[in-house]
T-cell receptor
Framework: GAGVSQSPRYKVAKRGQDVALRCDPI?????LFWYQQALGQGPEFLTY????????KSGLPSDRFFAERPEGSVSTLKIQRTQQEDSAVYLC?????????????FGDGTRLSIL | AQSVTQPDIHITVSEGASLELRCNYS??????LFWYVQSPGQGLQLLLK??????LVQGIKGFEAEFKRSQSSFNLRKPSVHWSDAAEYFC????????????FGAGTQVVVTP
């Protein structure tokens, strides 16, 4: 399909392990967002990319969280030394423009469980 | 501080009855407003959006929402719900002074009974 694709859909890791979550945005979309959705909550903003530039990372909870989008398309969210409070669904969204408002298209998310 | 409030955590409605979901926001800049729906295990699907202009906006699946600036509200409505409308609904707000990041409410879970 032509939507936002996230992988893996489910990830189980032991506390202390590093994990990497992948997002394939819609082709040609300039803007890419990561959100964290805890159980029973709304999504919370983590970080924003405009092409390959990370313009806002104010929502990253700690320096254990790192995101990149080196070629301006696929993005990876990495969490180092995972902790139980990192358990959540991680959503990626993309939109076609870099200014003005365009609705964001969301992927189905990666459900991360830290044991 | 900026905030988005969905006062109803859970709503139960009979199939065929009308539905209204409340959303209130507090934003310093001109807000852009959205309603998204999320089915279990799925991502968020956009129902409708308000950027400017007519304050009554129509969306997909028969939903509509009305922007009331004086009340800082953007309530979602549907005249007659279907069993397939059972899901979680999120109100989201963005502003002109951000890169487009959205602030979401906590969501309203809608249960549809026969």
């Amino acid at each position: 399909g032509a939507g936002v694709s996230q992988s893996p859909r489910y990830k189980v890791a032991k506390r202390g392990q590093d994990v990497a979550l992948r997002c394939d945005p819609i082709s040609g979309h300039v803007s890419l967002f990561w959100y964290q959705q805890a159980l029973g909550q709304g999504p919370e903003f983590l970080t924003y990319f405009q092409n390959e530039a990370q313009l806002d990372k104010s929502g990253l909870p700690s320096d254990r969280f790192f995101a990149e989008r080196p070629e301006g398309s696929v993005s990876t969210l990495k969490i180092q030394r995972t902790q139980q409070e990192d358990s959540a669904v991680y959503l990626c969204a993309s939109s076609p423009r870099d200014r003005g408002y365009q609705p964001q298209h969301f992927g189905d998310g990666t459900r991360l469980s830290i044991l | 501080a900026q905030s988005v409030t969905q006062p109803d955590i859970h709503i139960t409605v009979s199939e065929g009855a009308s539905l209204e979901l409340r959303c209130n926001y507090s934003y310093g800049a001109t807000p852009y407003l959205f309603w998204y729906v999320q089915s279990p295990g799925q991502g968020l699907q956009l129902l409708l959006k308000y950027f400017s202009g007519d304050t009554l906006v129509q969306g997909i699946k028969g939903f509509e929402a009305e922007f009331k600036r004086s009340q800082s509200s953007f309530n979602l409505r549907k005249p007659s719900v279907h069993w397939s409308d059972a899901a979680e609904y999120f109100c989201a707000v963005g502003s002109t002074d951000s890169w487009g990041k959205l602030q979401f409410g906590a969501g309203t879970q809608v249960v549809v009974t026969p």
